[in-house]
């Protein structure tokens, strides 16, 4: 009876609750969802002059519905260049195959529902009406979270698989739709960033000084954000807010304006700093702070220790604030130094609390765009490297992809090994902390 239940209900939506479960409302409600499904592909493309004989040669390009001319798309992205523009296609069958993975959902919903309904009708099980409202209760929540996940999926997920399905396409400045049509290359991309040596060599040091970068900012601010934190927690320090006010100026200030200040600051010609340093003898030329390779660095490092120690110390300062005290009070009374207390007391308790903030900042600098475009655009320019400068880090280097050489699949595949190594090395750290193994 749960069998032909199931069994009907897998080709006749409903059929199954209607005939065998005696639930007749909640038949139609799944017999009428998939008569809206097959409409949809039925009435949107040709099929009913096919059938009647009015198309001689039926071509899905031209004459398939909503769901089959998407999924057409997204295989074959286009055959007819001028008039098929394949990252629309691509897009579209993206769209479709989410819609169609709902309708399936529904579908496996429809049979599982039936079997159900069968089974409950063989025990000769009443549904009462607090069973009704206990049913509501549990759908409740997934109705009011269905639209915010749809909505999820549509603005989020779908991007992300885009820029993933486009890494395996040769879009780039030679195949631009819909001029020219995009083809399925397969992991061709891939080996072409990891064999050939213009493009292995620069990813190997552009991935090299992004790790840097990341990890050099994220420990310096880290702990000079701390070591201000415990200064202004001090009780000999007098007029704490004023201080406090003015190192938390960095973080205030809107970090693009700070930027374009540091820019002008570090000028190698025209740069206060250096005129500064010249008049007071302690340099005898000008320093190149952003023209030159290590000084480049090194400047930008400085720069986004500037901008980020500030959040840090905010942070700690609301950990220091809720430290108990006496934790403090029963270790100087047994003798321990101020070294011996920071080590064993404090800076354990302040990594336990920001031990995860610390992973999303290491996590935020890997992808710190906004910094190296505004400070150096990358630069200084190095002949040696694929369309990249000294001071590039991945998602810069991405972004010249993009923008400047219409590079879309070098750039998408780019795009996901970021992905595979901040994942994983977040991760990773994220489930070190004690915070992770606490919850």
């Known amino acids: 009876m749960r069998k032909k239940a199931a069994i009907l209900s897998a080709f006749i939506w409903g059929s199954g609750q209607f005939f065998i479960g005696r639930e007749r409302a909640r038949g139609i409600i799944f017999f009428l969802t998939q008569i809206a499904v097959t409409a949809v592909e039925f009435f949107t493309g040709y099929w009913p002059e096919w059938l009647m004989g009015q198309i001689d040669e039926f071509q899905i390009r031209l004459y398939g519905g909503f769901f089959t001319k998407g999924i057409w798309g997204l295989i074959t992205l286009g055959s007819n260049p001028g008039k098929d523009h394949s990252m629309i296609l691509l897009i579209r069958g993206l769209l479709i195959i989410f819609v169609l993975v709902i309708i399936g959902g529904i579908w496996c919903w429809n049979i599982i529902d039936a079997w159900k309904s069968a089974e409950k009708r063989k025990n000769s099980v009443l549904i009462s009406e607090n069973g009704f409202r206990r049913k509501y209760a549990k759908l409740f929540p997934y109705l009011v979270l269905s639209p915010i996940t ?19 396409t040769n879009y780039n400045r030679d195949h631009l739709p819909p001029g020219n049509l995009l083809s399925w290359v397969g992991f061709e991309n891939f080996r072409k960033l990891f064999t050939i040596p213009i493009w292995s060599d620069t990813f190997l040091r552009v991935a090299t000084w992004t790790v840097v970068w990341a990890v050099t900012v994220t420990v310096l601010t880290y702990f000079i954000g701390m070591f201000q934190a415990m200064i202004l927690n001090s009780q000999y320090v007098r007029g704490r807010k004023i201080f406090q006010t003015i190192l ?49 660095r090194i400047t930008v490092i400085i720069v986004a ?64 765009f906004g910094l190296i475009y505004f400070m150096t655009k990358g630069g200084p320019t190095n002949s040696e490297l694929q369309f990249a400068g000294d001071t590039d880090i991945l998602i810069s280097w991405i972004y010249k992809l993009t923008l400047d050489q219409r590079m879309y699949n070098m750039a998408a595949v780019m795009s996901i090994l970021i992905f595979i190594l901040i994942g994983a090395v977040s991760l990773w750290n994220f489930k070190r902390t004690a915070s992770f193994k606490e919850i």
């Open 305 to 368: 220790v500037w901008l980020g120690a500030p959040m840090f110390m905010v942070m700690m300062l609301g950990t220091f604030s809720n430290m108990d005290q006496s934790l403090y009070e029963a270790a100087s009374l047994d003798g321990a130094g101020r070294i011996q207390i920071f080590r064993y007391i404090t800076f354990p308790l302040v990594f336990l609390a920001t031990a995860p903030l610390l992973v999303m900042n290491l996590a935020g600098n890997f992808n710190g």
């Open 150 to 168: 749809v909505i999820f999926l549509a603005v989020i997920v779908l991007p992300i698989i885009c820029c993933v399905l486009t890494a395996f």
């Open 248 to 296: 938390i100026l960095p973080w205030a200030i809107p970090q693009m304006i700070s930027l374009m200040v540091f820019r002008n600051l570090f000028n190698g010609q025209f740069g206060p700093i250096n005129q500064i340093l010249l008049d007071m003898g302690i340099i005898s030329e000008k320093i190149p702070f952003l023209t030159d390779p290590l000084n480049a």
